[in-house]
């Protein structure tokens, strides 16, 4: 409110369109992930075997902000005697992800100063 004074911004019109922040700042997240494993063995050995794939946009600006995983794993085991088992694991994951965070240089408590920078530095 203004107190009955005149208007701060008489036109806003004149300032142009605008910008849609949530438009700007918002996408949609989507996600994908796929996962195969294949086992087997007899009475003496049995082998364990998967891999996995994982991607993930984040819903903040999505074009930078993402999560991708890909991931192995093998593990078997053989029954030297009655009394010896030997056994392995083998387990490979590898991540990269990207997000948008509060600029520290201003504080928590302004989060949208840091996407505004992103925005503008292209």
């Known amino acids: 409110m203004n107190d009955g004074g005149a208007p701060?911004?008489?036109?806003?019109?004149?300032?142009?369109?605008?910008?849609?922040?949530?438009?700007?700042?918002?996408?949609?997240g989507e996600k994908t992930s796929h996962e195969v494993s294949i086992t087997g063995g007899n009475d003496k050995s049995s082998y364990?075997?998967?891999?996995g794939y994982f991607d993930q946009s984040g819903i903040v600006m999505s074009d930078i902000s993402y999560y991708k995983r890909i991931n192995g794993r093998f593990?078997?085991?053989h029954k030297v005697t009655d009394y010896l088992t030997l056994g392995q694991t083998f387990a490979y994951t590898h991540t990269k992800s990207q997000g948008v965070s509060a600029n520290e240089e201003f504080g928590d408590h302004w989060p949208l100063l840091s996407i505004w920078i992103l925005l503008h530095q292209k």
């Open 48 to 51: 364990y075997t998967s891999f």
């Open 8 to 28: 701060r911004f008489a036109n806003p019109d004149s300032f142009g369109k605008g910008t849609n922040w949530q438009d700007t700042i918002f996408g949609t």
């Open 75 to 77: 593990n078997s085991s």
